[in-house]
């Protein structure tokens, strides 16, 4: 509708009264606005209020490499690794903080030093505070995450304690400074498609390359969508965007610093849009892999093409995200299948395997001191209702593709981050702790919990926390 025929329409109800005149010019004045703005920036959408901003962490200091067992000096970077923050404050004028990094992993006792600090300086709730990490394998070593994976001597874990004390100021810093430089901006999702992620139970690495090229489907559950959150200014421009895949970031097992492939994907996207913020999660590739991989030029090739995906979201008509934030969080007890005991410890303390008899000689030693062993670990759960269009879900430790699965399926809208707070060992679904493997077997020693295996009912666990927490974000 234009003006010429509001003119038309006025002649035509000549005499009647200007309310008419009134309703006819404020339709014609909508239509217009919708043809020339696809995704309005209304009031109502305007209410976020965002703050962002990042600090370098790649150390300065000798430092090993995380993820593999062995003994890993840097010898250079390929690029810098990073802490990102985005503060999220809705229309009641409360604010939230997400923070992702490129690390392996966060223990437990990095966690709760961070909250105890962001808790007592922005009085948040441990609701309000998400800390994510990628598991990226070219980041570096921190304090008390898989602790006796690495043959470390007292050097290098002092060294280890002296870089994460200083990458946590630096992570306080950025959330200092997103907290302080909050601005007006609005909120879109959308979701991407990526494909280079290989379920690693069911494909043989040796053999991916030739099913590719031959066009032979690869087995099992996969999940290659890529979630993708928007934050624009009042006059559109793109300020951050927050995405996700579910995979590891071992493309890369040299000694070179670098964010492996969701670095390179961030780097991308940074180039493509200068001044804006990219942040990733890891949503849930417990069991996924890039393959092929262990070259640069894959590693570089898998983040473009989910730089490219995030990109042609970014081009499209997003879903506007309402200034609405709720949250929920929530520790759940994950019985172990049976606790270590002396009797045998012992003989694996002596054996040949060198991770598991680090790790049973320093069970031995908690004992020793007079330590009992909790038959069960505490695990973090979180929930995030973003306006009504988004439910953010961030479950811990290196959580296998079927509960991402599961949780859209069950929620639709939601996104799954796993990797999310604390490091807390492989969480196996219930298909996968029946199939056994790495990661549904034997192997919580390697994350020096004091037990072999979760007990079999972990994934009902999990689920009924998460739908307790779905439930409370959601109500009136």
Known sequence: MNIRRVSQDFKRTAGKSWLVFVLLLATASRSFCLTESPNPLNSEKMNWQVGLSRRV???KTDVWLAGYGTKRSPEGKLHDVWVKVMVLKDSRKRSRILVTTDHQGMSKTIYKRLFERVAKEFKVERADFMLTFSHNHSGPCLQDDLVDYYPSDSLQKQRVLDYTLWME??????VREAWHHQQPAQLFKGEGLCTFAVNRRENKEAEVPAMLESGTP???PVDHAVPVLAIKSPKGRLLGVLFGYACHPTTLSHNLWSGDYPGYAQAGLEKQYPGAQAMFFNTCGGDQNPLPRRTVALCEKYGKMLADAVIQQLNTTLTPVSPALTTAFAYVQL??????T?????????????????WAKRMVKKLDDGETFSPFYEYPVQ????GRELLLIGIGGEAV???SLRFKKEYPGSWVSGYTNEMAAYIPSRRVWEEDGYEGGAHLDEYGRPAWRWAGDIEDRIAATVKKLVEETRKP
């Open 342 to 358: 002396r009797e045998k410890l012992i003989p694996i303390a002596f054996g040949s395997q060198a991770i598991q008899a680090r």
């Open 401 to 403: 593709v079927d509960y």
């Open 169 to 174: 100021d630096q992570v306080i810093e950025a």
């Open 218 to 220: 690869l087995k099992g």
């Open 383 to 386: 929930a995030w209702q973003i």
């Open 335 to 340: 019985d172990y299948e049976e606790v270590a």
């Open 57 to 59: 962490i790649t150390p």
